[in-house]
């Protein structure tokens, strides 16, 4: 891809065609699979959800989504909470978050971390690290 000079790649999570009628959006599932979304839990503990597909699970990238959310108000409704932004997007709580899945991935870091609120914290700084920059 780099010697090409083509560096993009589409993953669709669903209705991807996979007959190759557009063979440059490709079925995110089958490929990578994610950690849940929507995690009520601070300590972000790491399992493997939305996957399918022949590969193992060590044979997929993955993604971590790290966001933390409340209950609102005890309705059931779940969204993502500024308040603790900063601290969820701590160096130290996504850097153990990914620690927490390499279990899953054969040692590897994640090839993608969702964030929610990214301009607060140290996101970057921890995807950077994650990258051995």
């Not at 990578?32 to 044979?59: K, M, N």
């Not at 997007?89 to 996504?94: A, E, F, H, P, Q």
Request: with cysteine; aromatic share 10%; proline share 5%.
């Amino acid at each position: 891809m780099i010697d090409s000079g083509k560096r993009v790649v589409v993953f669709l999570d669903a209705g991807a065609d996979t007959d190759r009628s557009v063979p440059y959006i490709l079925p995110e599932f089958q490929m990578v699979w994610e950690t849940p979304f929507s995690v009520t839990d601070a300590s972000f503990p790491c399992s493997v959800d939305r996957i399918s597909g022949p590969l193992a699970t060590e044979d997929h990238m993955y993604m971590i989504n790290h966001s933390f959310n409340k209950d609102l108000f005890g309705t059931g409704i779940i969204v993502s909470d500024p308040s603790d932004a900063a601290t969820t997007n701590s160096g130290t709580s996504i850097l153990a978050n990914a620690a927490g899945c390499t279990q899953f991935a054969a040692g590897r870091a994640p090839n993608f971390v969702l964030l929610d609120f990214v301009d607060l914290g140290d996101g970057l700084d921890a995807v950077n690290t994650l990258n051995g920059l």
